[in-house]
């Protein structure tokens, strides 16, 4: 009897309407298209205009598009995760409403936060529900309305995260396909250079935090640059080491997409000819939680059944990471 191991056997996604330009961001900011492009790669970016709706609104729609390309029952899910940095509110579970709006009543559900790499920690945990043998269906989704927390008139935020979310159902696997290993990290002596400095319960929300605009997301941008070029490249490097895999072997190179620079290097550390690196960020901006399944989405038409795929991340906190993982079907 083969093992079990936890496949991706469908995926969705979900992106707002209203599309936010450089173009746009040079009447907003000081800055303009080429500086943006050159330096960061994106050229456009998503927003959820509507301030009655927050992530799980892009959570559920990234559901039903997955449910519209793959029939499933969502009373036979057992598991409803959403990774997310931007839950709907605090102590209210996000995942639990997004069960309930799409019908999974069967389901228990937790939200699961890591920064950028929320998504990339998704697919452990959900793997390992799989493999256990305890439940057959989990649905693992990455949302995220970043455009709560940008401050529009501060350039070295705003011209980077956009809104959107994608959605994966992972379930038993006897081909060997799926999950295959993981190598994770996390550093909190960097939570400094990447963060939102109030509303949770070191700094609550006062007229003062408000004011002083402490609930929009803030960062040291060399600072972070640096680390997710070193970190990102290395995991990935360790873990084709270990799973004795080079370059040749690696059908895709799925990585979070927060700015191409970073992209492009970590392809280069892993000697990957650029056509094997999945990239959107063009597209969509930085959407933090959302960018890998995203990615999936995208590319799905090009995934092939046995395809070999590292899995990176880095994000706030600091976290970071790489999975080795083998797609599981043709589209």
Excluded at 166 to 173: D, Q
Excluded at 300 to 305: A, G, M, S, V
């Amino acid at each position: 009897m083969n093992k079990v191991t936890a496949a991706i056997t469908a995926v969705g996604k979900y992106v707002p309407e209203y599309i936010l330009t450089n173009k746009e961001l040079e009447t907003m900011v000081d800055t303009n298209d080429e500086w943006i492009t050159t330096r960061t790669g994106i050229k456009e970016r998503r927003i959820l205009k509507d301030k009655n709706k927050g992530s799980s609104y892009l959570a559920i729609k990234a559901a039903e598009n997955l449910f519209s390309k793959k029939s499933f029952d969502p009373k036979e899910i057992d598991l409803v995760i959403v990774a997310t940095a931007t839950p709907d509110m605090q102590a209210a579970s996000t995942a639990a409403f997004v069960a309930t709006k799409i019908g999974a009543t069967n389901a228990f559900s937790f939200d699961l936060e890591s920064a950028c790499s929320s998504f990339l920690y998704g697919i452990s945990v959900a793997s390992q529900y799989i493999e256990s043998g305890r439940y057959k269906k989990v649905l693992l989704i990455g949302a995220d309305k970043n455009s709560s927390m940008i401050d529009y008139t501060d350039r070295t935020t705003c011209i980077i995260f956009g809104d959107g979310a994608g959605a994966v159902m992972f379930e038993p696997n006897d081909e060997g396909n799926g999950f295959q290993d993981e190598y994770l990290r996390t550093d909190g002596s960097g939570r400094e250079f990447l963060q939102v400095p109030a509303g949770g319960s070191l700094q609550p929300s006062t007229i003062e935090t408000v004011k002083n605009k402490l609930h929009y997301a803030r960062q040291d941008g060399q600072t972070v640059f640096k680390n997710a070029v070193f970190n990102m490249a290395d995991v990935c490097e360790k873990i084709l080491d270990r799973n004795k895999l080079n370059n040749d072997d690696i059908s895709w190179l799925t990585a979070h997409q927060a700015n191409k620079r970073i992209i492009e290097a970590t392809g280069r550390r892993m000697n990957l000819d650029a056509s094997k690196v999945m990239l959107n960020i063009q597209n969509y901006g930085n959407t933090t939680s959302a960018t890998i399944p995203l990615l999936f989405a995208d590319y799905e038409e090009q995934l092939n059944k046995g395809d070999k795929i590292i899995i990176a991340a880095f994000g706030g906190g600091f976290s970071w990471g790489a999975i080795y993982f083998k797609w599981a079907y043709n589209s």
